[in-house]
């Protein structure tokens, strides 16, 4: 099990706006409003998933949606609920108090620490 931000993959012919408004769509079945960029991975990450020579460009965004209270969230980490990728569960980090491996992602980690020095 793993925590991390939200996301998930470019589509061929997919634009990075038009990646982060699906996948906002998919996961949080909201619309994303006021997209901001946030962060882009300026490191070597070579994948945890997959084997080979496979590396990770991240892209971090901020946005905003129309009613908070639409958001599919629960109380504890994993609290799983279904969809197509497999169980998964959201909920609030309150990232100003969160320690470093409140999040499992090496790159979640340092934009979480960026985010905290806000």
């Given at each position: 099990?793993?925590?991390?931000?939200?996301?998930?993959?470019?589509?061929?012919?997919?634009?990075?706006?038009?990646?982060?408004?699906?996948?906002?769509?998919?996961?949080?079945?909201?619309?994303?409003?006021?997209?901001?960029?946030?962060?882009?991975?300026?490191?070597?990450?070579?994948s945890?998933?997959?084997?080979?020579?496979?590396?990770?460009?991240?892209?971090?965004?901020?946005?905003?949606?129309?009613?908070?209270?639409?958001?599919?969230?629960?109380?504890?980490?994993?609290?799983?609920?279904?969809?197509?990728e497999?169980?998964?569960s959201?909920?609030?980090?309150?990232?100003?108090?969160?320690?470093?491996?409140?999040?499992?992602?090496?790159?979640?980690?340092?934009?979480?620490?960026?985010?905290?020095?806000?």
């Amino acid at each position: 099990r793993i925590t991390r931000f939200p996301g998930g993959r470019l589509e061929f012919g997919e634009g990075a706006l038009d990646w982060l408004v699906r996948e906002v769509r998919e996961e949080l079945d909201v619309e994303a409003l006021d997209v901001r960029h946030f962060y882009t991975t300026e490191h070597f990450q070579p994948s945890l998933f997959h084997s080979g020579e496979v590396q990770v460009l991240a892209l971090y965004y901020t946005f905003t949606v129309a009613d908070i209270a639409a958001l599919p969230v629960v109380s504890g980490p994993f609290a799983f609920t279904s969809v197509e990728e497999g169980p998964c569960s959201f909920r609030w980090l309150p990232f100003r108090q969160a320690p470093e491996d409140a999040v499992s992602l090496p790159i979640d980690r340092l934009v979480l620490a960026r985010l905290k020095a806000l």
